[in-house]
């Protein structure tokens, strides 16, 4: 082939490529105005916007994606399709049929007009915020609000209401409509009326100095109950505000309050920090059972849609909302638990005669069901310290180390000698007071707490023994699923930390839910699992976490079963616990006979140190663990909130 050929042959391939790219953009553009709309309803229910309809692809993006933005992970888009094209006064529209739901499946159908032009041969779509919804303006875009229903409720046993929505009022002050004194007036009638309340004048006045003339300040919110008690103090002062609202709340004030938890409105860090599950008007729950089943109690969520002005053409500082559409609401599903109102309300007045923040667990051994968990503090915090806190149990724990022995091969009437102290690898030990009983039985040694003889007998038993006793007497079980902690009771080899295991010290640690348990398993003579959230809620919870609330180590092994023969034993040295040992406050507590441990644990780095105050043990088919927080020695301050716990049951 000569030259020139070549030339001319390379000349008519380029032309060849030149033509057939042309022809393949060709058929890819838009050349009717019917495919131009097919085009973007394909896009638009993609919601990606790629195809060469679009004038300005990039900006047709950031449009749809501005308007559409809102509705995040709560209302789906389902499809986009045309249902007809027009013409009228020169211009050409598609009609969409949108069709969005929510994540309940309910349906949101509407129709829209997107405009199309010609442009020579070809037919674009031009992307506006009417084209997405025809009551959107220019700048607008789709807002959302949770539309909740009815929260479910939590239930006790034999279906009582323990906690549900009910009516509140919402007292605040309006600073420029005050008279001298007001304040003043307003703070002394509430506190006054209202048990518990605290209210501090001096820091109201400032937050009223601090507000703007027109800003209403918030005082505080009661019970429609305790709200009565105080209107005829409050109710015409000058420039007090009273507004109706509802809460969930508890059958009484400050009822299982830290166990049952609270909700109310997400904040605007709730809704940050969500990724869009949560948004502006939803109720969620914040602590106890509240929040551990949220879920559940809340039920779906449905939501409504508004159509949002443009920010920049607000009027009055106030954004115009339309509403588009409000999907149905649907209450939430209740929640049942096996608390007893009568023994929740024996240990809730129990705590609350402790002069230090204090907790009461009480549960029936024959089913393993928490019939009460109570909170107290004096200062007003509420965290659920009875089913969540982790403490040193102190003496109480002898009856896990006990049982160890118990399992060496040790007999309650075996001699084991209490002197004042004992030396455990350079390290000293002494009983409380610097008791010595001296020679006595190990049955003896147990009911009147003697350190020195637990902590002699380390070498009987190793710390897995310790720990495998613990788990026998269910304190190492697993209740992840209902938001609690049981035990900690780590198999050191130091001798030092496990002689002072043995006696409740060193790195054990356990929550008073796990001491009641421990207690409960003593009477039942076997392990018990503790129950507190019955039905298929519980099922559920044990799913999302992939963890049971049944028997187990901790680890997810069954523990070795309990040998009823040595819970019999265990029971019986409880008992002399009352008769004649450190719990003989009890002795008199009418109705069947009562078994117990008392305990003082050491904690911090004080000297002397400082001791939480134990108690467990049982009374027929009711088991209870004590906690008082930095209360001192069993005896002197859990032995009384029990006592007080056990005068009310009977």
Known sequence: ???????????????????????FALFRLPMTKSSAAEAAAHDLAEEQLNSDVWHEKDLAQGLFDRVTKALGKRVDLRSVTVDDITEAEGRTVATLDWSWANNDGESWEYSSQLPLEKNGLFWWADLTEQAVHPKLGKGGRFALRANPGGRGKILGADGEVLMAEGKVIDIGVHPNRLEPDTIGRLVSGLNDGVDSLDLDAADLEKSVDDAAGNQLVPVVTLREDDYRSVKSAIHDLPGVLFSEDTQTLTRSRGFAQATLGSAGPAS????????GEI?????????????????????????????????????????????????????????????????????????????????????????????????????????????????????VFKIASGLALLDAGVKPDDDIDCPKTVNIGGKSFKNAEDEVLGIVSFAEDFAHSCNTAFVSSSEKVTGDEVAE?????????????????????????????????????????????????????????????????????????????????????????????????????ISTMMRAVVTE??????????????????????????????????????????????????????????????????????
Do not use: C
Request: charged letters at 25%.
């Open 1 to 23: 082939m000569s030259k020139k050929s070549r030339v001319w042959l390379a000349v008519v391939l380029v032309l060849v490529l030149l033509l057939g790219a042309g022809v």
């Open 268 to 275: 605007a860090e709730d809704i940050e920090n969500s990724e």
């Open 279 to 395: 948004i502006a008007g939803d109720i969620v729950g914040r602590t106890g059972l509240q929040k551990t089943y949220d879920s559940r109690l809340s039920g779906p969520g449905s939501v409504e849609v508004f159509a949002k002005g443009d920010p920049t053409d607000d009027k009055g500082g106030k954004t115009k909302l339309t509403s588009l559409h409000a999907f149905e609401s649907q209450d939430g599903e209740d929640l049942e638990t096996t608390l007893d109102v009568d023994i929740q309300t024996a240990a809730d007045d129990a705590a609350a005669a402790a002069k230090k923040p204090a907790a009461v667990v009480a549960i029936r051994p024959s089913d393993g069901q928490v019939l009460a968990v109570a909170n107290h503090d004096p200062a007003g915090a509420a965290w659920d310290r009875a089913l969540s806190g982790q403490y040193a149990p102190g003496s």
């Open 469 to 569: 006793a613990a788990a026998q007497l269910g304190m190492l079980g697993d209740t992840s699923a209902i938001g609690a902690k049981m035990a900690s009771v780590p198999t050191d080899d130091d001798e030092v930390t496990h002689a002072a295991q043995m006696i409740g010290q060193g790195k054990v640690q356990t929550s008073p839910l796990a001491v009641a348990t421990m207690a409960a398993s003593v009477e039942a003579g076997e392990t018990i699992t503790p129950q507190l959230v019955l039905g298929e809620a519980l099922d559920e919870a044990k799913s999302d976490d992939g963890q049971g609330a049944g028997k187990g180590t901790g680890d997810g092994s069954e523990p070795p079963s309990l040998d009823a023969d040595a819970a019999k034993e």
């Open 581 to 650: 040992g450190t719990a003989t406050a009890l002795k008199d507590v009418p109705g069947d006979p009562v078994h117990g441990k008392t305990g003082t644990a050491e904690y911090g780095e004080e000297t002397p140190p400082r001791t939480h105050s134990w108690f467990a043990g049982f009374q027929g088919d009711l088991a209870v663990a004590v906690l008082v927080e930095d209360g001192g020695f069993g005896a002197e301050a859990a032995v009384p909130v029990a006592h007080e716990f056990f005068d009310s049951v009977n």
